[in-house]
């Protein structure tokens, strides 16, 4: 219903934090979709690892992001949403630069599950974020409209990595992946809220 969409935006504060999830969840996909479509010719090109060691070490990361998931709802409710969200950005920012100097096939093994873990783990906290946001009659539209958004925006960048590959490197690639998760941070700090232990309304 319309009506539901309108709840998005009803005022300025959810204004604010409807744009705040639209943007973490947008550089989440992106980030998601753009490195693990790119991995393997990464692996492949730039350091000569067969089809059989690309998609180990492929494994190795989605197995990353599966650990990252659960551990992020643990901490989120831990210590907070916000915290989470900014740890799990920070360490996608730092994992991404060092998984990309890394060219050691072991250490490259264990950097690639800590990229999978904060690259997807704040999958783990969309759920609780937007619950926490929205009144009963909004939360349906809120989880399917703002979640969906950041998978449309992220269906995009296995295009852009790809169109920058194309025209510069991968380093310029991924260094473009980092910064997007630095724009993610600065999303969180100012427009996300602290909901942990918010009652629903």
Avoid: H
């Avoid at 492949?44 to 060691?53: E, P, R, V, Y």
């Amino acid at each position: 219903k319309l009506e539901s969409f309108k709840l998005l935006v009803k005022d300025k504060a959810t204004t604010k934090v409807s744009l705040g999830v639209v943007v973490l969840t947008s550089v989440q996909n992106f980030g998601y979709y753009g490195i693990m479509i790119w991995m393997p010719n990464f692996l492949s090109k730039q350091l000569g690892f067969s089809l059989t060691k690309s998609g180990l070490w492929t494994a190795v990361t989605v197995c990353g992001m599966m650990a990252g998931i659960w551990i992020f709802g643990r901490l989120a409710d831990r210590v907070g949403r916000k915290p989470s969200f900014l740890l799990f950005q920070l360490g996608a920012v730092i994992s991404i630069i060092t998984y990309s100097q890394l060219t050691d096939p072991t250490a490259m093994l264990v950097a690639g599950a800590f990229l999978g873990m904060f690259v997807n783990g704040m999958m783990g906290g969309y759920g609780a974020l937007m619950a926490e946001a929205y009144p009963t009659e909004a939360r349906a539209t809120a989880q399917n409209v703002l979640f969906n958004l950041g998978r449309a925006v992220g269906g995009f960048g296995p295009v852009v990595v790809g169109a920058i590959v194309s025209a510069y490197s991968f380093s310029i690639a991924i260094a473009f992946l980092a910064v997007i998760y630095v724009i993610d941070m600065v999303a969180t700090v100012f427009l996300v809220p602290e909901l942990k232990g918010k009652e629903l309304s």
